[in-house]
Nanobody, 123 residues
């Protein structure tokens, strides 16, 4: 019953944009910090962004800051990741995850993960 469903991935040219969605079911995402992660082939999973539930504060990895925007719509039980000015190095499987607290900082870590959606940036 508890799951994330990521969508919005696809093929885009460098400089283009995509908007990823992470729809939650089985729980209310408003009670948790929600993060986005990505993993490229042959590379370790990388943290991308997080939005807290307590006050909506957002944080970003340096590699995406200024290009990506995380947001949430609690009425739709969905978190979004708007990705602009995409680069080839952004190519990865993007997954959302639930943090075991209302905030993005500190312990505990992330306790539930979605399946992911593929983003490919190529000319």
């Amino acid at each position: 019953q508890l799951q994330f469903v990521e969508s919005g991935g696809g093929l885009v040219q460098p400089g283009g944009s995509l908007r990823l969605s992470c729809a939650a079911s089985g729980f209310s995402l408003g009670g948790y910090g929600i993060g986005w992660f990505r993993q490229a082939p042959g590379k370790e999973r990388e943290w991308v962004s997080c939005i807290s539930s307590s006050n909506g504060i957002t944080i970003y990895a340096d590699s995406v800051k200024g290009r990506f925007t995380i947001s949430r719509d609690n009425a739709k039980n969905t978190v979004y990741l708007q990705m602009n000015s995409l680069k080839s190095e952004d190519t990865a499987v993007y997954s959302c995850a639930r943090k075991g607290s209302r905030t993005c900082l500190g312990a505990p870590g992330y306790d539930y993960w979605g399946q992911g959606t593929q983003v490919t940036v190529s000319s």
